[in-house]
């Protein structure tokens, strides 16, 4: 694999943004697993365990937002005559 391959630095940048990446990749082999071996009640498991991927890949942590920098107070009050 090349370094700059595009799937592998999309899903590196995917990866970091999410909050709990180990959790969404366990599940997410989880779920591939069970796609490939059958099972008793067919596809039950299967929707769970999706949409548990499915929302812990969309629970991402909140990117703190900038607060502008205020400016100074200036004080215009004159001084007083004593």
């Known amino acids: 694999m090349s370094p700059l391959n595009p799937g592998r630095i999309l899903a590196e940048k995917a990866a970091t943004r999410l909050k709990f990446p180990q959790l969404f990749a366990v599940l997410l082999a989880l779920f591939l697993f069970d796609l490939v071996f059958p ?3 067919p596809f039950v498991d299967e929707i769970l365990l999706g949409l548990g991927a ?10 703190p937002q ?3 920098a205020t400016p100074p107070m200036k004080n215009v009050t ?5």
């Open 78 to 82: 004159p001084p007083k005559a004593g």
């Open 54 to 63: 499915a929302l812990f890949g969309s629970w991402r942590e909140k990117v």
């Open 39 to 41: 099972d008793l009640v």
């Open 66 to 68: 900038r607060q502008p």
